[in-house]
């Protein structure tokens, strides 16, 4: 079976402090990624999805940035954080052209506070 | 106007009610369409996945879609207070959107309560 891993939890970070999010996925191969952020009271905002190695795409202009260095990892990063940029952050994976690939399976969640 | 409309509620009902949530949608091209469970502070769970119109059936869960009148439902039958959790609903128009990845478009969430 399928499990997707986020870490870390819980972080509090300063403004203008860096930031790495990481995700992994276990148990399929080339799986399409996604990062998302949900604010409180909000829906989900998609920021970045990866159709393969290497490749990302942004959905939303902003100081975040992502990365895909092997098949089942992907990376939420930032060099400078800002205090909009607290909140719970979603890493989700769906499954290869040929699967399913409209279903999408989320992480536990990484919760950011920048203060 | 939001592409997928979701009334954010709270909604509160007592154990063993029937429950019915619902989401409105204004794209057209639309075919997938999903419902996510999330519990506070968790990631959410997809609990429905559905192809077009018609209804799907999961024990005490059943999504239903209306394509005419762009209107989708999940209800959930003999609520437990483990149903208490926000209900995500999701839509993706597939290949026909324009994208090869299914880009997923999310309501706001209702937040469910149940009291025993």
């Known amino acids: 079976s399928q499990t997707i891993h986020q870490w870390p939890a819980t972080l509090v970070q300063p403004v203008g402090s860096p930031l790495s999010l990481e995700c992994t996925v276990e148990?399929?191969?080339?799986?399409?990624l996604y990062w998302y952020r949900q604010a409180a009271g909000r829906g989900l905002q998609l920021l970045f999805y990866?159709?393969?190695?290497?490749?990302i795409s942004s959905e939303v202009p902003q100081n975040l940035s992502a990365s895909r260095p092997q098949d089942r990892q992907f990376i939420l990063s930032s060099k400078k954080l800002l205090l909009s940029d607290s909140g719970f952050y979603l890493c989700?994976?769906?499954?290869?052209?040929?699967?399913?690939?409209?279903?999408?399976?989320f992480g536990p969640g990484t919760r950011l506070t920048v203060t | 106007q939001k592409e997928v409309e979701q009334d954010p509620g709270p909604l509160s009902v007592p154990e063993g009610a029937i429950v019915s949530l619902n989401c409105t949608y204004s794209?057209?091209?639309?075919?997938?369409f999903m419902w996510y469970r999330q519990y506070s502070r968790k990631g959410p769970e997809l609990l429905m996945y559905?192809?077009?119109?018609g209804n799907k059936e999961d024990g005490r869960f059943t999504a239903q879609v209306d394509k005419s009148s762009k209107y989708i439902s999940l209800f959930i039958r003999d609520s437990q207070p483990s149903d208490s959790a926000t209900y995500l609903c999701?839509?993706?128009?597939?290949?026909?959107?324009?994208?090869?990845?299914?880009?997923?478009?999310f309501g706001q969430g209702t937040i469910l309560t149940v009291h025993p």
């Open positions: 559905t192809y077009s119109s």
């Open positions: 999701a839509m993706s128009a597939g290949n026909a959107g324009g994208t090869s990845y299914g880009k997923l478009t």
């Open positions: 989700a994976w769906s499954p290869p052209p040929g699967g399913r690939r409209y279903e999408q399976y």
């Open positions: 990866s159709v393969g190695i290497g490749q």
């Open positions: 148990g399929t191969s080339n799986p399409n």
């Open positions: 794209n057209s091209a639309f075919q997938y």
